[in-house]
């Protein structure tokens, strides 16, 4: 194997350690089985497409964390978590997608013989990559654990950035900005979106400054027309028409760290219900921006930029933004805090989001968004994407 | 909303409600529950990016499907499914994320409301999109009901391709025809890995011969050296270089269908490692080919293909192949049957399969490998790439 590859210091795992084992406590968890690849790389640095199949990062009461997954896969835990070999421990492939055993009844006997069986041990239940097959799996092999439910415990750790992560983002703030900046360039009548979609990826992957693109845990999406009130359809070969309005939203991502951003492209004309869109989106963001500081809460982001869209005859009943930092497929949002009414928790310095301000309305669709740092005092964007309707011919 | 997209004959999709029905009652299951991408597809032509939140296909005992997901999704079911839209249920969006409710308990009501809350219930227990929590909130809220554990009751459906299905998997054979050829054609000491992949990604979107290429499941894998001895890393911005090995397990994809096929690249002069491991390789797949023929197992392949590397000393430990067809991240593999001793599920027409002969060494990794259909006397390759290890000054 070659060397160790690490994104962070020592010092920084060793404080993220810490901080996840303050909050066990506080759960009064002994054992925490970590499946997001999100949490699992941000607590050791392990980084890799393998989380098709079951994996895990445990954090044990004392000591470093163990990281558990398939045989082919400890390679890849050497080369980019900073454990001790000892602590990697990979099971057989007759685990993989047998019917007969499962990698989680594997876990269970690990964990019964290191003494771990009758702890209280917490579980991310609602989290892609720990299925119900998975948790039937433990809670049969280990019938003297408590199970507690620890959804989301590690990504609330990740809420407050650190500086190197801001630096990490701030390098893909660059790249979105250079997507924005092709499709600009590049956009018009007739083109077929996979075409487009190409410059998009040719962007993100080259990436900016001698910072190359990593994959975004999301692909491009760019609706076009009425298709555009569909927030998630995918891209088709079907040329790129005069008269319709179509929304990019995309990441650049960098060392697996995101920034969104959105923005909104009108072929020929646009139409009244752009503009209108458009005007009431700069008001609203302008507003939302201006509660975006420490000591306010999510939900007065939302509450600012709902109350101009309702001035503006607009109703929007889904939420406008999530924490964004480091993360895999199939979201780069956190899975914390949301910005809709009711979510109050406090915005700190070093909180990251993105204020996903898009309307999906009856027959179109329309995003103007910003990745937000919450700083010291208020608010930075950071991205500069000329804020605005892009018009071509 | 614009107009209805099917990819499939609304013909097609009723054989496969059928033949899902027919699976059902022989487990003796009154309700499905799919939650798998790939399979809510197969069942309604349902396609987006929306997996990372939950979602659901139902196939209630009898008429159609019904689509259940998030609101703001309900447009995109409407583009792109064959259902009725009262067959299109959505949630609000306050059910997203929430610490407070989950979208299956609203999904509970719904069946409960449709008088199947005593019904036997199917649920895909081990898939990425059904969480140990989503399974709690139907348990919870459906008393009465009984669970019967169905992973990869649809997926087995879907083992055998239509002549559709057969044509989008000859598009995706061409595209990843064209990304090798790519490959081959701009690789050289020096290059950035992020830039190789800003060219693979160019030729895997654009596609051919009028085929726009759709987003893989995976993204490109590209290790170098010592590195590909862990099969799943991801790339990184460091140039290529001489001395080196690289192997691409890379796919090229239509209309959601898969063609996987790997090829490996040497710059300079290949080790006698690599050599070796290429003709263990050529001579393996080939065994394995031959016996790829209707009547024969799946594990016959593998079993043919691994006597052949223990005559050059290479003992294998993981599977070497797997069902493929339609996809969505994290895995372009259908997860049913798989190449491997043991599986004596028999070949049959139709079947397509991914035989990945993948050799991860101790300090390298070299794949050469053929995605193949079974046809009526023998085997396929979809693909036509030149089988040999590419050498590159």
Not at 115 to 140: H, P, Q, T
Not at 257 to 276: E, I, M, N
Not at 356 to 365: A, F, N, R, S
Request: glycine fraction near 8%; hydrophobic fraction near 40%; charged fraction near 25%.
């Amino acid at each position: 194997m070659s060397e160790l590859q690490l994104k962070f210091s020592r010092e920084e795992y060793a404080q993220r350690l810490e901080k996840t084992r303050r909050e066990m406590e506080h759960k009064e968890v002994d054992l925490l089985i970590v499946s997001d690849p999100s949490n699992m790389n941000w607590l050791t640095g392990y980084d890799g497409w393998s989380f098709y199949v079951h994996q895990a990062v445990i954090v044990p009461p004392n000591g470093e964390p163990i990281w558990f997954g398939r045989g082919m896969d400890a390679n890849g835990a050497k080369h980019t978590a900073y454990l001790r070999h000892e602590n990697i421990v990979p099971y057989a492939d007759n685990y993989v997608q047998s019917t007969e055993r499962h990698p989680m009844d594997y876990l269970a006997s690990i964990l019964a013989d290191r003494g771990f069986g009758s702890l209280r041990i917490g579980v991310e239940m609602d989290n892609y990559w720990f299925s119900a097959a998975a948790f039937a799996s433990l809670v049969k092999h280990l019938p003297n654990a408590k199970f507690v439910d620890c959804t989301a415990l590690v990504n609330w750790q990740r809420a407050i950035k650190s500086p190197t992560e801001i630096k990490y983002m701030r390098s893909a703030a660059r790249i979105v900005e250079a997507m924005h900046a092709r499709i600009a360039d590049k956009i018009e009548v007739g083109m077929r979106k996979c075409d487009l979609v190409a410059e998009i990826y040719d962007a993100a992957t080259r990436g900016v400054d001698g910072a190359g693109g990593d994959y975004p845990a999301i692909v491009p999406m760019l609706p076009s027309g009425a298709e555009a009130s569909a927030p998630h359809l995918t891209w088709d070969d079907r040329p790129m028409r005069s008269g319709e309005g179509t929304f990019f939203e995309i990441a650049g991502c960098h060392n697996r760290y995101h920034v969104p951003l959105s923005r909104t492209v009108f072929l020929g004309k646009p139409t009244q219900a752009f503009l209108d869109a458009e005007s009431a989106t700069l008001e609203g963001l302008e507003a939302g921006l201006d509660a975006a500081k420490p000591g306010n809460a999510c939900e007065d982001i939302a509450k600012a930029y709902f109350a101009v869209l309702a001035r503006h005859g607009i109703v929007k009943d889904s939420r406008t933004g999530y924490g964004i930092g480091v993360s895999y497929p199939p979201d780069w949002g956190e899975r914390t805090m949301s910005l809709r009414p009711g979510d109050r928790t406090e915005l700190c310095p070093g909180m990251t989001f993105h204020f996903m301000t898009g309307l999906w309305l009856e027959d179109m669709g329309f995003e103007i968004t910003e990745s937000i740092l919450i700083t010291d005092t208020s608010v930075e964007c950071l991205a500069n994407v000329p804020r605005k309707l892009l018009v071509k011919d």
